[in-house]
């Protein structure tokens, strides 16, 4: 079982028992095993989850009728063998929006249940400040409205939204307790982008979006199936997500990854939290700026940085010109990023630690200093081989992992696509 599962177990099925909680947990073993496998005989499901024959027919039969699962022909198994008829995981015809709303952006990933390929994925810069919660929420409505609308001209109808925020969620409601970059407190997401949807009575998970893009990256990205790794969003705030053994660390209330808020120098500069000398002082993209283009009043508490992407470009340009101020500066931000990195590794042991954002678009300058102070610093040295990364979904990591979760909570609870409020149920 791979850590999404695990994580969002607790949210599909309530308290249910007997008969509904069997019924359920039989269809989602049917569906994982169809996904791990990719085609399968009734007889391998039978024999792989060690259902009895008749109930795995059922099963079938009710995924088939709601098009979970297709047939795929005739399967033979060895020269004289019985010809047997195979199946597979369907659900072309239903779609999951994976959404990201950040300070700056918010991006969107629509899949089909395969989640191989997007059928919507778009990007909008925005300022997620300016006008306070109500106008960025209006705005991801929007958002979220227009990718239902290309997803159904793509042919799949909407069932599972996630969304990613920089901030702490109470996943299990779907609120957003504090993100101190959008200035956020006890905001209810879930229910509000719920109201905006109108009539799509769509479930939507909310999540932090440093925890959706480590699994992103632990399941497709460029360190697939590293069991330890850590993720690092490289924003205006830095967010880590931590996967350990497999499974997304989430700590006792859902706050562990907090990671740019490390009080790495007390003396330092105030931070969005109200704190001083926070890790994301350092090392976020305002520290950045601030270093490279001191002359801009960009970056100082409270001065939002203008047009971040076009920022980032200027300094590449900088960069790439051998300006010595640019260099400079993210020689500094690259050490900051090693120190923070090795009190992750002397914490977590990851094998590697994965840098989204504006850490990836600068990774070819910034890592080389952060690899050389984390290797400095670790107390373990060498021996916990521990390399910095640099993500190759860009900005879409998040949005990318938040689609992941939408897909595996529909796997994990087929009856709310077998039964739909208002469609009798079948048996
Ligand atoms: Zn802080």
């Not at 952006?105 to 899949?111: E, F, N, S």
């Not at 969620?169 to 609120?175: E, L």
């Not at 859902?254 to 090392?283: A, M, N, Y």
């Amino acid at each position: 079982m791979v850590a999404s599962e695990q994580d969002h177990a607790g949210l599909a099925g309530g308290t249910a028992s007997g008969p509904a909680a069997m019924r359920r947990a039989n269809l989602s073993l049917v569906l994982r095993e169809l996904r791990a496998h990719a085609v399968l005989s009734r007889a391998d499901i039978a024999e792989a989850t060690g259902l009895h024959r008749a109930t795995v027919s059922n099963l079938v039969a009710e995924l088939l009728d709601r098009q979970l699962v297709r047939e795929v022909g005739v399967e033979r198994v060895g020269a004289v063998g019985r010809p047997r008829r195979a199946v597979a995981l369907h659900g072309a015809h239903l779609g999951v929006l994976g959404m990201e709303l950040n300070v700056d952006y918010i991006a969107v990933r629509g899949t089909d249940l395969s989640g191989r390929s997007a059928l919507v994925e778009r990007r909008v810069v925005f300022d997620a400040m300016a006008g306070g919660p109500d106008r960025a929420l209006r705005r991801l409505g929007m958002v979220a409205r227009e990718a239902v609308e290309a997803m159904r001209r793509a042919g799949a109808d909407p069932a599972g939204i996630a969304v990613a925020v920089p901030g702490l969620v109470d996943v299990a409601r779907g609120v957003v307790t504090y993100a101190p970059n959008l200035d956020w407190r006890d905001i209810p997401l879930a229910d509000r982008l719920l109201s905006a949807l109108g009539g799509d009575r769509v479930p939507v998970t909310v999540d932090n979006d440093a925890n959706l893009s480590a699994l992103a990256e632990y399941l497709s990205g460029v360190a697939a199936g590293t069991p330890d790794l850590v993720y690092l969003t490289g924003e205006v705030g830095v967010g880590g997500g931590i996967v350990s053994h497999g499974r997304l660390l989430r700590g006792a209330d859902g706050f562990s990854g907090e990671v740019g808020h490390l009080p790495v120098d007390p003396s330092g500069d105030r931070c969005g939290c109200g704190r001083s000398g926070c890790w994301e002082t350092k090392v976020g993209l305002a520290a950045l700026v601030r270093a490279a283009m001191p002359e801009q009043a960009y970056g100082l508490y409270g001065v939002p940085v203008p047009d971040p992407e076009e920022r980032v470009t200027e300094i590449i340009r900088g960069l790439a010109a051998g300006d010595p101020q640019m260099l400079e500066a993210v020689a500094q931000v690259g050490r900051w990023l090693g120190l923070g990195g090795s009190i992750l590794a002397n914490l977590f042991n990851p094998r590697v630690i994965v840098v989204g954002g504006y850490f990836a678009s600068l990774a070819a300058w910034l890592l080389p200093y952060a690899q050389e102070e984390l290797e400095r610093l670790v107390v373990a040295g060498s021996a916990a081989r521990c390399r910095f990364v640099a993500s190759e979904f860009g900005f879409g990591a998040a949005s990318r992992g938040a689609a992941i979760v939408a897909v595996n909570q529909l796997i994990d609870d087929p009856t709310r696509l077998l039964d739909p409020p208002g469609r009798p149920r079948r048996r």
